[in-house]
């Protein structure tokens, strides 16, 4: 395996959209949301072992789950776990992982990883082959290279990355990013053919990623050198990483650096992906019945006049449901959500709700 390559996985969201069973204090990625025997983080982490050396694998987290990585990831070496001051958006972690990852070895070169994704390899598209690609296209180009699948369906809570010119065999200038657009702006985003998913994978050196959002504002590099000095003269760095964390935007990657910067590029990959942060992604991955009815994680229910609904239910637990069209139905602990598939916002304002009105334990 390549000593120069890395991977850095993002674990510290709550996912919020997955409530009832991602809760505060075990979200999303620390649960087996497929039934498949392994949470998502530990799916995520396997994934990579393929073909990243075990050393140069990197998880960041919020320091209130350093204890749930340990326990599922007991091969992580100690080094490579990044407890998170607080909670903030992409931009911070990612940034802090290029200095530290910089700092280890000044030729590195990437891969930026969420934990709530469902990936598989297709016939025209090997996972490992595909990131490995873009790894050796960053190694010799200073590009920040994004990963873009094809549209199958005009998908409304999905990123997009609209394609330019062919700068190599399979990867494209960037024209432009559109997040979550409209219905509307969705259809004729797939019919363009120009679109692709944003995965939300991302590929680059530390030193270009790190140039970039130098460029983007003198304020980012003020912080950035104070952090550098910290390291090098072996000061202890939680204070650094406390003002990185305050003082970078809680915003994405996109918004903040990508979209900002000339040298971006899109790789168009062909491994199977699926989205699974929302209710509604699940169900798009799930096994459907005749109906389209999906039951996960083992859920049994008995369905009368039921179709295009997900059922995920605690283990002994039966659901019995007529008349339902489009509908989630998940149980866990003490909270049961019934509710459309289609209102993506919806969970969010439960949530909300919840908090306000019933008290922390329901959150």
Same mark, same amino acid.
């Given at each position: 395996?390549?000593?120069?390559? @890395? =991977?850095?996985?993002?674990?510290?969201?709550?996912? #919020?959209?997955?409530? %009832?069973?991602?809760?505060?204090?075990?979200?999303?990625?620390?649960?087996?949301?497929?039934? #498949?025997?392994?949470?998502?983080?530990?799916?995520? @982490?396997?994934?990579?072992?393929?073909?990243?050396?075990?050393?140069?694998?990197?998880?960041?987290?919020?320091? +209130?789950? *350093?204890?749930?990585?340990?326990?599922?990831? %007991?091969?992580?070496?100690?080094?490579?776990?990044?407890?998170?001051?607080?909670?903030?958006?992409?931009?911070?972690?990612?940034?802090?992982? =290029?200095?530290?990852?910089?700092?280890?070895?000044?030729? *590195?070169?990437?891969? $930026?990883?969420?934990?709530?994704?469902?990936?598989?390899?297709? %016939?025209?598209?090997?996972?490992?082959?595909?990131?490995?690609?873009?790894?050796?296209?960053?190694? /010799? +180009?200073?590009?920040?290279?994004?990963?873009? $699948?094809? #549209?199958?369906? %005009?998908?409304?809570?999905?990123?997009?990355?609209?394609?330019?010119?062919?700068?190599?065999?399979?990867?494209?200038?960037?024209?432009?990013?559109?997040?979550?657009?409209?219905?509307?702006?969705?259809?004729?985003? +797939?019919?363009?053919?120009?679109?692709?998913?944003?995965?939300?994978?991302?590929?680059?050196? /530390?030193?270009?990623?790190?140039?970039?959002?130098?460029?983007?504002?003198?304020? @980012?590099?003020?912080?950035?050198?104070?952090?550098?000095?910290?390291?090098?003269?072996?000061?202890?760095?939680?204070?650094?990483?406390?003002?990185?964390? /305050?003082?970078?935007?809680?915003?994405?990657?996109?918004?903040?650096?990508?979209?900002?910067?000339?040298?971006?590029?899109?790789?168009?990959? +062909?491994?199977?992906?699926?989205?699974?942060?929302?209710?509604?992604?699940?169900?798009?991955?799930?096994?459907?019945? *005749? *109906?389209?009815?999906?039951?996960?994680?083992? /859920?049994?229910?008995?369905?009368?006049?039921?179709?295009?609904?997900?059922?995920?239910?605690?283990?002994?637990?039966?659901?019995?449901?007529?008349?339902?069209?489009?509908? $989630?139905? $998940?149980?866990?602990?003490?909270?049961?959500?019934?509710?459309?598939?289609?209102?993506?916002?919806?969970?969010?304002?439960?949530?909300?709700?919840?908090?306000?009105?019933?008290?922390?334990?329901?959150?």
């Amino acid at each position: 395996m390549n000593k120069n390559y @890395y =991977c850095v996985i993002l674990a510290g969201g709550i996912g #919020t959209r997955l409530w %009832p069973v991602s809760r505060q204090h075990t979200p999303k990625q620390f649960i087996d949301l497929l039934g #498949t025997g392994e949470t998502l983080l530990q799916s995520t @982490y396997r994934r990579f072992l393929d073909f990243i050396d075990r050393d140069n694998i990197i998880v960041v987290t919020n320091k +209130h789950y *350093a204890d749930i990585v340990r326990e599922q990831l %007991p091969q992580l070496a100690p080094q490579n776990l990044m407890l998170e001051p607080m909670r903030r958006n992409t931009v911070p972690p990612v940034t802090w992982a =290029c200095v530290e990852v910089a700092r280890r070895n000044p030729n *590195a070169a990437m891969v $930026v990883t969420p934990s709530d994704q469902n990936i598989t390899d297709r %016939p025209d598209g090997k996972f490992s082959d595909e990131m490995l690609a873009g790894l050796d296209y960053v190694s /010799s +180009h200073a590009q920040l290279l994004t990963v873009g $699948v094809p #549209t199958t369906r %005009p998908e409304v809570t999905y990123g997009y990355i609209q394609m330019a010119e062919q700068q190599a065999p399979n990867i494209y200038k960037v024209q432009t990013f559109t997040e979550k657009p409209q219905e509307d702006f969705a259809r004729i985003f +797939h019919e363009s053919g120009e679109f692709l998913w944003n995965t939300g994978l991302f590929i680059w050196s /530390s030193r270009t990623f790190l140039k970039a959002l130098r460029n983007v504002s003198g304020y @980012y590099t003020e912080v950035l050198e104070d952090l550098k000095v910290s390291y090098a003269t072996g000061q202890d760095v939680s204070e650094g990483i406390a003002d990185l964390y /305050s003082k970078l935007p809680n915003m994405t990657l996109e918004q903040t650096v990508l979209e900002k910067s000339g040298n971006v590029d899109v790789m168009l990959c +062909h491994f199977g992906w699926a989205d699974l942060g929302t209710w509604g992604g699940v169900y798009n991955y799930g096994d459907k019945d *005749a *109906a389209g009815n999906v039951l996960t994680a083992n /859920s049994r229910a008995l369905l009368y006049d039921c179709n295009d609904c997900l059922v995920r239910l605690p283990e002994g637990h039966v659901a019995v449901l007529q008349g339902l069209s489009g509908y $989630v139905v $998940v149980e866990e602990g003490n909270v049961i959500v019934v509710c459309k598939k289609e209102d993506q916002g919806a969970i969010r304002r439960f949530v909300n709700s919840a908090q306000l009105d019933l008290g922390e334990e329901y959150v």
